[in-house]
């Protein structure tokens, strides 16, 4: 207490020599290097230094048993002159597009209600995190956990028979693009809850509440003000949702029996076959197409800006 | 209060059913667990019985995953600490901008968004190229930081947006240094969320697969043996442990969801009394 008590010093740098001198003295640009030094650490090791080593990797050679360093465009030429090539990727941005399609409309709905319908915080809070929960459990745990439901004797289509929707059981519930976006739609919808409902926390409820006293309905006050307003959320939540499922291997292997095939495939059979020049050129691919689709959404909103 | 419009119904009805849709599957596979040592992978149940949570604890039937689930235990704390720690430097660092500021935060966002199977081969990659031990602790802690640590900046980003900067004035004018204002005034007020941002960091690590896949080396982590577990075992076998490991994520997050609410109750309670006038 007794500190509290003392005249305000009104050089804080003058008024103790030694340690305060150093730690008020330096520019900060100093502190800040200092502060991120940890951070820009990891980040170069284990982020800047793979990427660089996949880009070197990718115009080496391989074996059937072994990887050389060499320079050339074998695995490239390979990979750019397959038509398995292209059928993957456009396996792989069909399966975004959809999945990213279905995220949004389910994720702005949920969002929507959780922001404008629940009234008390307490409420919103509780049901945020009952939407949240999920994401801090087992991705692959959720993902086995549709067998019981969409298998040949499964929950849905015993269910179906028993009601005689149907005759014989449905063979392309499980193992099938549509167990495939099921499950990213499962994994990933709250990716899309998250910034939308953050974005739409923030709106100025007197804009809406202005909204219908100018006579608009509820349907022109939800495509005037409140998606128009809600937009940085959906960018970033469509950022999230369309790099996980670009990225996605295992979902795809698993939902779909290994009968399906996306670019995260491509690279995860070629690493099993220790092919890892010609996985490094199609992860470089892969990456180049990631980023484009983020430069191209990131035009959209301005990240920093919405934290 | 007025009364609700049709609309509220409907869209209670769709939130309920997602949350079926969320929850379902779960719950399915942990009363699935509770098979009779007879039953399958689905419906009916045939018998009840604690056989195939009986089954984990035999090593012939199911392999190491005790040792895994205490690799995956430790490398989760591991991951949480430095998470934090890091975190909150770097939140601290990114309230003034400096040069490179922009170039990490680009960084920062590359890492959130690049395809987890880049860092897997990329990291696996440097250190087989250069002779170093692929191990979970080392190659598989960096690769997972690469995951945690973009939740964990951005929640601290967003803190110290929202960061009173009165308080540390306050304190600077009282003549605290610098370490005693982010000591005495800054880390007790961001405390709940630094919770937050640890559950980020033990969950998320807990359950990483595709960034351990290429890193982990001969000592697989929990995802790593139940992904073994999904291509050679057909028994219910996989939902027992699929149930316990993700009971123990529900209490993990009860208990971090707890710390949160019961430093806020605390803090109600003994909070200052400032500003809110003679009573």
């Given at each position: 207490m007794s500190n509290q008590t003392q005249?305000?010093?009104?050089?804080t740098t003058a008024s103790t020599p030694g340690r305060r001198r150093a730690t008020y003295g330096l520019s900060d640009a100093v502190t800040g290097w200092l502060l991120s030094l940890p951070l820009t650490l990891v980040l170069l090791f284990f982020l800047v230094l793979p990427i660089v080593m996949i880009v070197i990797v990718s115009f080496w050679g391989a074996t059937e048993f072994s990887i050389y360093p060499a320079f050339q465009f074998d695995n490239y030429e390979f990979l750019l002159t397959s038509p398995v090539t292209y059928s993957v990727f456009l396996n792989t941005i069909k399966y975004a597009v959809i999945t990213w399609a279905i995220t949004l409309v389910l994720g702005f709905t949920i969002a929507y209600f959780l922001a404008?319908?629940?009234?008390?915080l307490t409420w919103q809070i509780v049901l945020f995190l009952l939407c949240t929960?999920?994401?801090?459990?087992s991705n692959i745990i959720r993902m086995i956990s549709w067998i019981p439901f969409l298998g040949r004797n499964g929950i849905a289509n015993s269910t179906l028979m028993s009601m005689g929707v149907i005759d014989e059981p449905l063979?392309?519930?499980?193992?099938s693009d549509f167990s495939v976006i099921l499950a990213f739609v499962h994994l990933y919808t709250l990716f899309m809850v998250v910034p939308i409902f953050n974005t739409m926390m923030r709106i100025d409820k007197s804009l809406i509440e202005a909204a219908y006293d100018n006579g608009a309905t509820g349907l022109q006050t939800l495509t005037n003000v409140i998606i128009p307003l809600t937009k940085p959320g959906i960018m970033i939540g469509s950022i999230f949702v369309v790099t996980l499922v670009m990225g996605d291997f295992i979902t795809v292997r698993f939902m779909s029996g290994s009968q399906k095939a996306n670019v995260g495939r491509l690279i995860s059979n070629d690493i099993a076959l220790l092919q890892y020049p010609s996985a490094a050129a199609t992860a470089v691919v892969l990456l180049v197409t990631v980023l484009i689709v983020i430069g191209i959404l990131l035009r959209f909103v301005d990240i920093r800006k919405e934290l | 209060m007025e009364k609700r419009s049709r609309s509220f119904h409907v869209l209670a009805a769709v939130f309920t059913l997602f949350l079926v849709f969320l929850y379902g599957p779960t719950i399915t596979i942990a009363i699935l667990?509770?098979?009779?040592?007879?039953?399958?992978?689905?419906?009916?149940?045939r018998g009840v019985s604690l056989n195939w949570f009986h089954e984990l604890f035999q090593q012939q039937a199911v392999g190491d995953i005790w040792g895994s689930f205490a690799r995956s235990l430790v490398l989760g704390l591991m991951v949480m600490v430095t998470t934090v720690v890091v975190s909150v430097m770097g939140g601290l660092a990114f309230r003034k901008r400096f040069p490179g500021s922009g170039v990490i935060f680009y960084l920062i966002i590359t890492s959130l968004v690049i395809p987890s199977i880049l860092v897997s081969l990329g990291v696996g990659l440097i250190f087989s190229q250069s002779g170093l031990d692929v191990h979970w602790s080392t190659s598989g802690f960096g690769s997972q930081l690469t995951w945690t640590l973009p939740f964990g900046l951005l929640i601290m980003f967003a803190v110290f947006n929202r960061f009173d900067k009165s308080y540390e004035e306050a304190a600077r004018d009282q003549g605290a240094t610098a370490w005693q204002t982010v000591r005495h005034v800054v880390l007790p007020i961001i405390a709940p969320m630094l919770i937050g941002v640890a559950l980020f960091g033990f969950t998320l690590s807990y359950d990483e697969f595709a960034r351990t896949?290429?890193?982990?080396?001969s000592y697989n982590t929990l995802p790593l043996e139940i992904y073994g577990m999904t291509t050679n075992v057909t028994t219910p076998v996989i939902f027992a442990l699929g149930t316990l490991t993700t009971g123990f994520s529900l209490i993990i997050i009860a208990v971090f969801l707890v710390a949160v609410l019961m430093m806020n109750r605390r803090r109600a309670r003994l909070g200052s009394d400032a500003g809110k006038g003679m009573v």
């Open positions: 005249a305000i010093p009104l050089d404008f319908h629940v009234r008390t929960i999920p994401f801090w459990t063979e392309w519930l499980l193992f | 667990s509770f098979q009779g040592p007879q039953g399958g992978l689905t419906f009916p149940m896949l290429l890193t982990a080396g």
